[in-house]
């Protein structure tokens, strides 16, 4: 296909376009120079014009003008105002749904229903077994189209206990007591139960909200309670700026010097000898047992004489 070439009617046609451009943005001094035009297609041309409108920096007008065949006369075919290159623009645009956030949620407005929502899981349908079926719907509470799916209550639970009303809260960490010891929680039902609850307590800040066990604030059912007596003694007072000065090195040495001088009595030594001539020879030593040998082992020429006893210590005999 050939190239469209330039056409001198619609090239001349700028007057044209620029009328056309003010009555669009309403006031002339809006619609500034001429940048120039692009040759669009046969008898088909485009005429750029610079903006001066504020918050429009990089925009620019286009009006594309064109000619019937053997026509000398330019018509205006649509005017528009169009970002450039180096435009300010917005952020990109997103569906409703998908730009929705929580919190985001209004009186009257109402959310798209989503076919195929992963948080959600198929409900329980009543199968005419009347035992069953009041097991499902009234005790458990599974009567409904959909219910929570294992997703979705991972998503709740982590949710809330990272939320305001967690234990990370300020008034959490500045609390005296948990929830779960509060007279005003009511457990939930369900396997949340074991995690959460919702405060009743009307001067509480989570007064109707679901709380983590582990949460806490200033109206727990317990505070300023007198705490009882103990069973255990007190402790004794200590002052701590009652300090006593040890100084281990110099005990270390007055015990090795008193160690030192110990009296060698303490060591059990033995008897001094005494010489041979200052011993008895009728008794023997305290400490050393007599020497006594078997009367059939006394050789036969020493006999016991009449001066001498037979034994130490007994009566001379009779003569």
């Given at each position: 296909m050939a190239a469209a070439t330039k056409d001198a009617v619609l090239a001349s046609a700028v007057d044209l376009a620029r009328e056309a451009a003010q009555e669009v943005a309403d006031r002339p001094e809006l619609v500034g120079e001429h940048l120039g035009l692009v040759v669009e297609g046969e008898r088909l041309v485009t005429h750029r014009f610079a903006t001066t409108a504020p918050g429009y920096r990089g925009w620019h007008w286009a009006v594309t003008v064109a000619r019937v065949p053997r026509g000398r006369t330019a018509s205006v075919c649509e005017v528009h105002l169009l970002p450039g290159d180096d435009a300010l623009l917005g952020p990109a645009w997103v569906p409703w749904a998908e730009r929705l956030r929580p919190g985001d949620l209004g009186p009257g407005d109402v959310l798209p229903y989503l076919a195929d929502d992963e948080r959600l899981d198929q409900g329980y349908e009543a199968t005419g077994d009347v035992d069953a079926d009041e097991l499902a719907i009234v005790e458990l509470g599974l009567g409904r189209e959909r219910v929570l799916s294992p997703l979705g209550r991972s998503e709740a639970a982590q949710r809330w206990y990272a939320g305001s009303h967690g234990p990370m809260a300020p008034q959490a960490l500045a609390a005296s007591a948990p929830c779960s010891t509060c007279g005003f929680l009511v457990l939930m039902a369900g396997s949340l139960r074991t995690e959460f609850g919702v405060c009743a307590n009307e001067w509480?800040?989570?007064?109707?909200?679901?709380?983590?066990?582990?949460?806490?604030?200033?109206?727990?059912?317990?505070?300023?309670?007198?705490?009882?007596?103990?069973?255990?003694p007190d402790a004794p007072p200590s002052d701590d700026l009652d300090l006593e000065l040890v100084r281990l090195v110099d005990e270390h040495r007055?015990?090795?010097?008193?160690?030192?001088?110990?009296?060698?009595?303490?060591?059990?030594?033995?008897?001094?000898?005494?010489?041979?001539?200052?011993?008895?020879?009728?008794?023997?030593?305290?400490?050393?047992?007599?020497?006594?040998?078997p009367a059939d082992e006394q050789p036969v020429d020493e006999q016991p004489t009449a001066d001498a006893p037979d034994e130490p210590g007994s009566a001379p005999a009779e003569g």
């Open positions: 509480s800040p989570d007064d109707g909200r679901v709380v983590s066990m582990d949460h806490g604030c200033g109206a727990h059912s317990q505070t300023d309670v007198v705490p009882g007596p103990s069973d255990w007055a015990g090795d010097e008193a160690a030192r001088e110990e009296p060698a009595a303490e060591v059990d030594q033995p008897a001094e000898e005494q010489p041979a001539d200052e011993q008895p020879t009728d008794v023997p030593p305290l400490d050393e047992p007599a020497d006594e040998q």
